[in-house]
């Protein structure tokens, strides 16, 4: 298993090309078989989850080819209506076949899920919506077996989930009739995901607000799309640039999709300007200790909440920080107070005293985020920080070390 080697203390300085989506990326693949033909994807990441969607598409007999960033789906031919288990347990999104398969073939035998490394994360919202949709689902060794055909409804979601609105919003366009999804999530990966589906000819209405109407199609054709800039990449590297002192421009970051990560960072004295093709973040002066609540979109991110602990770490005074999306998504704590962080938690409640100067140590990645974090802790670090299993990275950071190699960083990778 690969670690990262990091010496901290470096200043971050120069430019960094932000990605395409992760999250924004996986929904498009999947909305590219309900289309007969070949679909194009620009400004792919290219991830480790990118690559298993890829296989997850491939097992249905469509065709992906990945190259120079644009990755081709050729959905002509469907001959399998199954996720397996052995790619799904590997990636959560690969659930989103479920709204794919059936939206493109009326039927689908899709895994569960399961768990992730900070506790349950349940289907029922995606589940209950398709049976609303007129799905007959069943559950058979560890499948959700589903069968349509899917009619329009109304159905209004227990919570804005992200990803029950990608499996409805694709189950939905083919289905007959009118259907109106309401208490949606807003996220800006949903907002492309709609986009993509109106130019391959779905009629949907509602864009960017909570409430979706869906007036079914007989078919969709193939479109070339590209991906919307890494909303989560950005906010990494801002909190980077920030802690280290540094000053970074985040090339192609959208700033209208981090307006609430920026208000937080201007609140706690980070500088930035929206710059014409992105942010420069200047980590010059104090840092002031600021309260971050997570909530769906357009909220504090749940996928910030790592960096941002990490961030107030170098911060003057205390700061909580609380999840109220996943309550138990905090094991980085444990791993940041390794490297001296002082952290204290109650339930789902970080408090956080700064300012501290980390040192370096041996720390471990538990999933994609909390290792984000402790790779910036690490850059700020005084001394040589090891982390390991930091395959976690390599699901969600494209080209991490040269990227942070680039900016100046002192960071290699190393096999055991
Ligand atoms: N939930 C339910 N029932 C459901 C679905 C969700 O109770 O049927 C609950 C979850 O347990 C959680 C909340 O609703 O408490 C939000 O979950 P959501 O469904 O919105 O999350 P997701 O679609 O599984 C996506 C991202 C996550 C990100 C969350 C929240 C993708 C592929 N994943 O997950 O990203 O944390 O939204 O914003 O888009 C990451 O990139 O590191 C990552 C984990």
Redesign the pocket.
């Known amino acids: 298993m690969d670690k990262l080697i990091i010496e901290g203390g470096m200043p971050l300085q120069g430019e960094v090309q932000i990605a395409g989506a ?2 924004a990326a ?1 929904p498009l693949m999947a909305a590219a078989l309900l289309a007969d033909g070949q679909t194009t994807l620009h400004n792919m990441p290219s991830l480790v989850d990118v690559k298993t969607m890829a296989r997850v598409i491939d097992w249905t007999g469509a065709k992906t080819t990945f190259e120079n960033g644009s990755l081709t789906i050729d959905a002509s031919d469907i001959n399998r209506i199954e996720a397996p288990y052995e790619l799904v347990k590997t990636m ?2 690969s659930f989103y076949m479920l709204g794919a398969l059936l939206g493109r073939a009326g039927e689908a035998k899709v895994s569960l899920p399961g768990g992730c490394a900070w506790g ?8 209950s919506g398709m049976r609303a949709l007129g799905a007959e689902i069943e559950l058979d060794q560890g499948y959700i077996i589903a069968k349509g055909p899917l009619r329009g409804n109304n159905v209004v979601l ?7 609105t ?1 499996n409805l919003l694709l189950a939905a366009v083919r289905a007959e009739g009118e259907t109106v999804l309401e208490n949606v ?1 807003r ?1 800006p ?1 949903i907002t492309s995901l709609v986009s993509m589906l109106n130019s391959m000819g779905a009629r949907i209405t509602g864009e960017r607000t909570s409430t979706l109407k869906i007036h079914g199609v007989d078919s969709l054709h193939a479109v070339t799309e590209t991906v919307i800039p890494d909303r ?1 990449e950005a906010g990494t590297y801002l909190v980077a640039a920030a802690l280290t002192a540094g000053d970074v421009t985040l090339k192609s970051a959208e700033p209208e999709h981090l307006t609430m990560v920026l208000a937080k960072a201007a609140e706690a004295g980070v500088k930035f300007t929206v710059t014409t093709d992105g942010i420069r973040v200047e980590g010059r002066g104090a840092l002031r200790a600021v309260d971050v609540e997570t909530a ?1 979109y357009p909220g504090f ?3 910030m909440q790592a960096q941002w602990m990490t961030l107030m770490t170098g911060a003057d005074g205390v700061s909580l920080v609380v999840d109220t ?2 309550q138990d998504r905090f094991a980085h704590v444990s791993e940041l107070q390794r490297l001296g962080a002082r952290v204290s938690m109650k339930e789902n409640v970080a408090r956080i005293h700064g300012p501290v100067r980390m040192r370096g140590a041996q720390v471990m990645s538990t ?3 909390a290792s984000a974090s402790l790779v910036i802790a690490a850059l700020a670090a005084e001394g040589t920080t090891e982390i390991s299993r930091i395959y976690h990275l390599d699901r ?1 950071y494209e080209n991490l070390e040269s990227k942070l190699e680039m900016l100046g960083a002192k960071i290699k990778r190393v096999s055991d």
């Open positions: 992760k999250n996986l959560r999104a349950p994360r349940p289907v029922d919202i995606h589940l227990d919570f804005p989930s992200v990803g029950a990608v999530a996220e990966e989560i769906v991110p749940t996928d999306i996943y999933d994609l985020r969600g």
